[in-house]
């Protein structure tokens, strides 16, 4: 911390800790607040059912295929079998739980195998 902030600092980064977090939390409550009371269109309903695929790419396929600085898209890469295991559990148990323990598996274990 500053010098100059003195015994004011702690209040300081707490405050602003806070003042954050309840401005989080407004800019995502108030959109599902205000849609919440109503009733969207079939179209856009069925639009929406695109979102959390899009959302899970858009995280996973970076960290996939991009593990270093360049693109590696090799059959050797753990991380690609990896998720293609986890993509088989997936789709035969549409379970979590055996999705991530499975292909958290396959990935450590084809780490330690391939060092």
């Not at 401005?23 to 995502?28: C, E, P, Q, S």
């Not at 293609?84 to 450590?108: E, K, Y």
């Amino acid at each position: 911390m500053s010098a100059s902030l003195g015994e004011n600092a702690p209040l300081l980064v707490w405050s602003a800790i806070i003042g954050i977090g309840l401005i989080t939390f407004a800019i995502r409550f108030i959109p599902i607040a205000l849609l919440a009371k109503l009733e969207l269109p079939p179209q856009l309903k069925r639009a929406l059912v695109y979102v959390p695929p899009a959302v899970m790419t858009a995280i996973v396929a970076p960290a996939l295929f991009f593990p270093g600085a360049a693109p590696t898209i090799t059959l050797d890469t753990p991380r690609l079998v990896a998720a293609t295991v986890a993509a088989l559990v997936a789709w035969r148990t549409q379970g979590v739980l055996w999705t991530v323990v499975l292909g958290m598996a396959t990935l450590w274990g084809l780490q330690t195998l391939l060092r």
